[in-house]
């Protein structure tokens, strides 16, 4: 729709502000370089020419430490028993990965952990068999809620030697939480004489300890699970052959980015120093906030991957991996494409049944602030926790109202009669620039807490009144056009 140069040239100034405002963060690193080692005791690396590796992101140091001690050795283990079952006994392969996942499980939780989460299991199965979708939501929030009792808190850490032993459990039960509720909930919706075998207890037992996704997602829906363990077995061994060495590449490239970028830019401590986020340069600032963002992203691609990889050579579809944040002009967008599989869920078994949009305006409103909080909730339920999901709740609020009011007939009349296509894309592009502004401060919240969101809110958009706010504003139009027209061609593709 846009003029060739004029998109080139906002894919050019994105590009431009991306690398120069990483370049302003490199350079605050290197010259609070001593400061931050202090402060968080910065690793000294074997990689890069023996920079220093910010390590203050607590999810990609445990998984990658859990990833070297036992859980790589486990995985591939898993890839060697599914290959075998497909070659010797492919009718049976679901329940010898079960067997296979239960007994990893074992290896790293020990006992008590895989006890915790096998009761877990039948507490939330027994529940099920009233077909309740009262009692069953009631019996998951209820396990939930046992993860942050302290006195179950101090029992679950009296059995491990370690806090990330403790954390790993932790983090297992919370998944598997979506697991035993998307079952139970499937079953809650089908008739009692066509249960049969889709809901016997083995299948249930098979779809919350199938081993890829055990520890921290993708979320794949039971239905999906079962139906898809049921088709034939995965491709031959010269197509899983191909799969796995280009899924081998694509994560080897992701863990470099990764690596690299907690080499160079130090910014999980930067954004951990509140003295020195309140004296950056606006530069420094928002090259802070997008190598927050763009870093969650590449774990993601990790975290996610490889699961995804493991469950295409077991002939399962995974749920595509996120989309670059980068990309993302709309809370709607965000939510939509970068946890696809915690999307579907929420959508499946929260929004839809409170009412979703088929109650009117306030229907979607309560149905909406419902899902919110659940994945509030779902995620710890802290403080700053209720604050991102409140940001993120009035956001997708405000963009479907404004989505709804320019689809009303005498809008669309004004607009086609007043603006040209090129006109109407422009205006798009200017509202989405405010909305990515509110998302990337949602995700700062998110990521840092309530204290980095209102750090970033004051020096941007009240100290920076009007020149920082309206650069930022202006970077993020041409961020708005480029990911508008990526969207255009994700959704034909």
């Not at 490199?26 to 074997?46: C, I, N, P, V």
């Not at 099920?128 to 979708?133: H, K």
């Not at 959508?347 to 309560?366: A, D």
Request: hydrophobic share 45%.
């Amino acid at each position: 729709m846009l003029a060739r140069w004029e998109l080139s040239f906002y894919l050019l100034v994105s590009l431009g502000f991306h690398f120069y405002s990483f370049y302003e963060v490199y350079k605050a690193s290197r010259e609070h370089e001593e400061q931050l080692d202090q402060e968080f005791d910065l690793e000294t690396g074997t990689l890069f020419g023996g920079l220093k590796k910010d390590r203050t992101d607590f999810e990609w140091s445990f998984w990658m430490e859990w990833g070297r001690q036992r859980l790589g050795w486990l995985l591939l283990g898993h890839l060697t028993v599914s290959q075998m079952a497909n070659q010797i006994a492919r009718k049976q392969r679901p329940w010898i990965l079960m067997a296979y996942g239960m007994w990893a499980c074992w290896c790293v939780l020990g006992t008590p952990g895989t006890a915790m989460i096998f009761l877990h299991t039948i507490i939330s199965f027994c529940v099920a068999q009233f077909r309740s979708l009262f009692l069953s939501w009631l019996c998951s929030l209820l396990l939930l809620s046992t993860l942050r009792l302290q006195g179950v808190e101090e029992v679950k850490r009296g059995w491990y030697q370690t806090e990330h032993e403790y954390y790993l459990l932790q983090f297992t039960l919370t998944v598997r939480c979506l697991c035993y509720t998307s079952f139970s909930l499937e079953l809650c919706w089908q008739r009692p004489p066509a249960g049969g075998r889709l809901s016997s207890l083995p299948w249930m037992v098979a779809y919350v300890f199938y081993y890829p996704v055990f520890h921290n997602g993708p979320v794949l829906s039971f239905p999906a699970f079962v139906g898809q363990m049921r088709q034939p077995g995965p491709c031959s061994l010269k197509v899983s052959l191909a799969v796995l060495a280009r899924g081998l590449g694509h994560l080897f490239c992701w863990w470099c980015l990764a690596e690299l970028m907690v080499h160079l830019m130090y910014m999980h401590a930067l954004c951990g120093s509140a003295p020195l986020l309140g004296a950056v340069s606006p530069w420094t600032l928002g090259g802070l906030a997008l190598a927050q963002v763009l870093f969650f992203y590449v774990k993601y691609l990790m975290l996610f991957g490889v699961p995804a990889l493991l469950m295409r050579l077991d002939g399962l579809t995974p749920p595509p991996l996120p989309r670059c944040v980068s990309t993302m002009f709309s809370f709607t967008g965000m939510w939509r494409y970068f946890d696809v599989g915690l999307h579907d869920f929420l959508i499946r078994y929260v929004y839809i049944p409170v009412g979703g949009s088929q109650h009117g305006l306030l229907g979607t409103l309560v149905s909406t602030a419902m899902t919110f909080a659940f994945v509030s909730y779902w995620h710890g339920g802290y403080d700053y926790l209720w604050c991102w999901a409140a940001l993120n709740w009035l956001g997708v609020t405000v963009e479907n109202g404004v989505r709804r009011l320019v689809e009303t007939p005498r809008v669309q009349d004004s607009l086609v009669q007043f603006l040209s296509p090129r006109a109407r894309r422009r205006v798009h592009a200017a509202l989405a620039s405010c909305a990515t502004s509110m998302l990337i401060l949602s995700n700062l919240v998110f990521l840092g807490g309530s204290h980095v969101g209102k750090i970033y809110w004051d020096r941007i958009f009240v100290q920076g009144w009007p020149w920082v706010t309206l650069s930022v504003l202006g970077f993020l139009y041409c961020y708005s056009h480029v990911g508008i027209a990526w969207a255009q061609t994700y959704s034909t593709n």
